[in-house]
Nanobody, 113 residues
Framework: VQLQASGGGLVQPGGSLRLSCAASGSIFRLNIMGWYRQAPGKQRELVAMLSNVGSTIYADSMKGRFTISGDSAKNTVFLQMNSLKAEDTAVYYC????????WGQGTLVTVSS
């Protein structure tokens, strides 16, 4: 199973970005898909998760600014990020789970003026 993330880039503070991730390979449907991020010098942290029945979890600092969505039948997940701050700068990793965890390669988001 491979997770391919895209959509990162450079954005000014207050701006928006939309990340996308698609899973491919020998898998029927992932139970959970989501996003983690890792800022320079920091540990990887949860951003948001989406279950295959539509339940969502957000880290407190992302609530109200980030929205996770997806299509479990297609094994795709998206992260709409609004009101971005400098502290949102990180490598964002796509995550999937079904019996085991799967990770994408990461996409860099840089928030800077």
């Amino acid at each position: 199973v491979q997770l391919q993330a895209s959509g990162g880039g450079l954005v000014q503070p207050g701006g928006s970005l939309r990340l996308s991730c698609a899973a491919s390979g020998s898998i029927f449907r992932l139970n959970i898909m989501g996003w983690y991020r890792q800022a320079p010098g920091k540990q990887r942290e949860l951003v948001a998760m989406l279950s295959n029945v539509g339940s969502t979890i957000y880290a407190d600092s992302m609530k109200g600014r980030f929205t996770i969505s997806g299509d479990s039948a297609k094994n795709t997940v998206f992260l709409q990020m609004n009101s971005l701050k400098a502290e949102d700068t990180a490598v964002y990793y796509c995550y999937g789970f079904q019996r085991q965890a799967y990770w994408g390669q990461g996409t860099l988001v840089t928030v800077s003026s």
